[in-house]
């Protein structure tokens, strides 16, 4: 059991570039002004509590201003987190439209830097459950 709590706690103190990333289903919409209308991205591909990683159609300059509006599935209201994007990397991949034609996506990585305290705060209680949960089994017991 302490080998599970040492791994959760170094999880939890990695920096940001080598820390752990979890595959959550977040609705996440993020804008680079006040005066643009919110994007929703294709996919999040992961997140962690130093950023996050989105599929995006357009490709977008390093080092943008960005807001993002995370809903929790527990709160009302959604969680804005401000960050700068970190890189952008093209791929190709089919549409889904059922065509054979290849079209270019864009992932996004974007580090976190602001937000208030009790959104963050909410925001890294949401993160740290669904860590500790992908040592539980069903019945809440440690995984072996």
Partial sequence: MNENIEKIKKILNKDNRSS????LNLQTEFKFSSLDSW?????????SGGGICLTH?????ENRN???????????????IKGTTKWCKRFSAHSGDGSQKLRPFYSLGIEFEKAEHQEKK???????????????????????
């Fill in 66 to 80: 960005v807001t993002l509006r995370i809903k929790l599935p527990y709160l009302k209201k959604p969680v804005i």
């Fill in 39 to 47: 994007f929703k991205p294709l996919e999040v591909n992961n997140v």
């Fill in 20 to 23: 752990e990333r979890l595959s």
């Fill in 122 to 144: 909410e925001f890294i209680l949401y993160l740290t459950q669904n860590i500790v949960n992908s040592f539980l089994d069903e019945t809440g017991h440690l995984k072996q």
């Fill in 57 to 61: 159609t357009r490709r977008v300059q």
